[in-house]
């Protein structure tokens, strides 16, 4: 299995710019998530996913959307992209269980809005 | 929702063990800690988790006090692939009550001595 997998690992996007943040897996997890890590800080949740079709917020969702049409794949869409949106962005996936799971991580894409 | 309070870092020597503390006062009976670490550059990785008994695995053993208010991740042979940010984190439900989000916090700086 290759996991969970993303892309692009780099990126440098111009203010008021659109990309779309790739994220597949092949695990076939139902729970799907995105997060972003600034410099020197933890992860927190901009969108989750719990199956195809079904979305919802994070902590921190503005700016940002997202789709799930297929269980493997949980685009990011930046809109009018922000000097405040540079960061590093990590999809992850799990299973959902009742007595506790992990979550698996990609290898993160690394964007800079200038 | 439950904190965790971690020591910004640590420091080590290789081939000793290390006993990487944290503190959750306000846990709840039905959360359970979670350990996950991420090497430089990485997406985060999980290491392990528990509930109220102590956990053994091949990277690591967990110690969860008796009252449950604070656990100490054990890496018994430190390798300098050990080192890395170390996150203590207690499982969160949302509103729906079903859905169980991570929220990653500052963790520990785990730097290991040759």
């Known amino acids: 299995n290759a996991g969970v997998t993303q892309t692009p690992k780099f990126r440098i996007l111009k203010i008021g710019q659109s990309m779309t943040l790739q994220c597949t897996q092949d695990m076939n997890h139902n729970y799907m998530y995105w997060y972003r890590q600034d410099p020197g800080m933890g992860l927190k949740l901009i969108y989750y996913?719990?199956?195809?079709?079904?979305?919802d917020k994070g902590e921190v969702p503005n700016g940002y959307n997202v789709s799930r049409s297929t269980t493997e794949d949980f685009p990011l869409r930046l809109e009018l992209a922000a000097p405040s949106q540079t960061s590093v962005y990590f999809c992850a996936s799990s299973y959902s269980t009742v007595g506790g799971y992990e979550q698996y991580f990609g290898p993160g894409t690394r964007l800079t809005v200038t | 929702d439950a904190k965790t309070t971690q020591p910004n870092s640590m420091e080590s020597n290789e081939e000793e063990p290390v006993h990487l503390p944290c503190n959750h006062s306000?846990?709840?009976?039905?959360?359970?800690i979670h350990w996950y670490r991420q090497l430089p550059s990485q997406g985060p990785e999980y290491v392990i988790h528990g509930l109220t008994s102590n956990v053994n695995n091949r990277m690591a053993s967990l110690a969860i006090a008796e009252d449950r208010k604070s656990s100490t991740l054990i890496l018994h042979r430190a390798t300098l692939r050990d080192a890395a940010v170390y996150y203590c984190?207690?499982?969160?439900?949302?509103?729906?009550?079903?859905?169980?989000?991570?929220?990653f916090g500052k963790g520990t700086l785990l730097t290991v001595n040759p």
């Open positions: 984190i207690l499982r969160d439900v949302d509103s729906g009550g079903s859905n169980y989000k991570l929220t």
């Open positions: 996913s719990v199956g195809a079709g079904i979305t």
């Open positions: 306000t846990i709840s009976g039905t959360d359970y």
